[in-house]
């Protein structure tokens, strides 16, 4: 067997041990979280591996096969161009099906004077990319994947990974951003092209500062805009199905989603472009009392 | 009619009203079962009695305004056949 290169990741109250057969994924991930705090003991919640699927395969037309603490048997391998990517599935694999800690949402989340507005819903309904929009306007970025609800005091606690733009997303971004704040740009990946941009500075240095969720948003892009207003019963389900481990947590889940949908005004917002959303953002973060 | 019902233990579950649902966490299976009319009522007047479905119609139509205690009786039998598939209820 061969000896795999580790590197430690902290983020947010989550410490990863990312293990691999190969240097370039940790390289890569080094110069993207060269901000995060420094592992002072080597502990760690969750390993990840990156291995070849078969032993020739790490030479041979490359490929990473995700595993760790806890992976899924079906999951395809990626090409070694996509590590990166194969990275930071795995760390989401760890948390999706591992952490306890917390009620986790699928959810991007940023805070504004100590509140957080959360945004959840499909894959392509634009919650990453908004929330690294905001982030960039005034925000402070939480994360993009993951808001994770604290079941005793019903606060959000920030899980600020890189940011994952997706396709059209990279453009609008590569807009505004500087290229240093951006990953090498993988396409061709099972969600098409795909470019990490590393948060603002800010994101990192107040990861362990916790906020009360006051706003939770179904953004859906492309359609015309519109606030729409929900059921508690259809956000009560809607959120079961956005979280990873509400079944696990049984009572404790249980207690957390309830309080968390009864005190948390939600709307579900439909919108064409950035600016849309973000003047209807600010028009319902303006009523809050 | 003269089966009869009683709730499963009532610190076995717990009941959130949301709007028009109401969800029932049962913690011996970590389920969430979300409800409609007229279930939480009907665990509600079941107290932790064994009654038939005729008795928790007759408790309904007391605490509550209905029209054909009938049709009641009906509606009462169907849920509580539920119930008992769910657990939250069980023949005596």
Request: charged content about 20%; proline content about 6%.
């Amino acid at each position: 067997m061969a000896r795999l290169h580790h590197l430690y990741l902290t983020v947010g109250p989550a410490r990863f041990r990312v293990a691999s057969t190969w240097q370039r994924p940790l390289d890569q991930l080094a110069a993207l979280y060269s901000d995060y705090p420094a592992s002072q003991d080597d502990y760690a919640d969750f390993t990840v591996r990156l291995e070849p699927e078969k032993p020739w395969r790490r030479y041979i037309r490359p490929s990473v096969h995700i595993s760790g603490d806890y992976w899924l048997p079906d999951a395809a391998p990626l090409p070694l161009s996509q590590s990166l990517l194969a990275a930071e599935m795995g760390m989401n694999l760890q948390m999706a099906l591992g952490w306890r800690r917390h009620l986790l949402l699928h959810a991007s989340s940023v805070e504004k004077d100590g509140k957080a507005l959360l945004m959840t819903g499909l894959s392509g309904s634009g919650k990453s990319t908004l929330s690294a929009m905001l982030s960039e306007k005034g925000w402070r970025f939480m994360g993009d994947e993951f808001a994770l609800l604290n079941p005793d005091t019903g606060m959000v606690h920030s899980f600020p990974r890189l940011i994952s733009l997706k396709n059209e997303a990279i453009a609008a971004m590569q807009a505004i951003l500087p290229e240093s704040r951006f990953g090498p740009l993988m396409t061709g990946t099972p969600k098409g092209d795909i470019r990490h941009i590393i948060p603002p500075t800010d994101a990192v240095q107040k990861m362990a500062d916790t906020a009360k969720p006051a706003l939770l948003l179904f953004p859906r892009f492309g359609y015309d805009p519109i606030l729409r207003d929900m059921g508690k019963s259809e956000v009560f389900v809607r959120l079961t199905q956005a979280s990873t481990n509400y079944v696990a947590l049984g009572e404790t889940g249980f207690r957390a989603l309830t309080k968390f949908v009864d005190a948390v005004p939600t709307k579900a917002m439909d919108y064409q472009s950035g600016e849309q959303a973000e003047e209807l953002i600010d028009s319902l973060w303006s009523q809050l009392s | 009619m003269s089966q009869l019902y009683r709730t499963a233990a009532l610190d076995g579950i717990i009941q959130y009203p949301l709007d028009s649902m109401t969800l029932i966490f049962q913690k011996s299976s970590g389920v969430t079962h979300m409800v409609a009319d007229p279930v939480p009522a009907i665990l509600e007047v079941m107290a932790e009695d064994s009654l038939t479905a005729s008795d928790v119609a007759q408790r309904l139509s007391v605490s509550y305004d209905l029209e054909d205690s009938t049709d009641v009786a009906d509606i009462v039998l169907a849920r509580l056949a539920e119930l008992c598939t769910l657990g939250l209820v069980e023949q005596v």
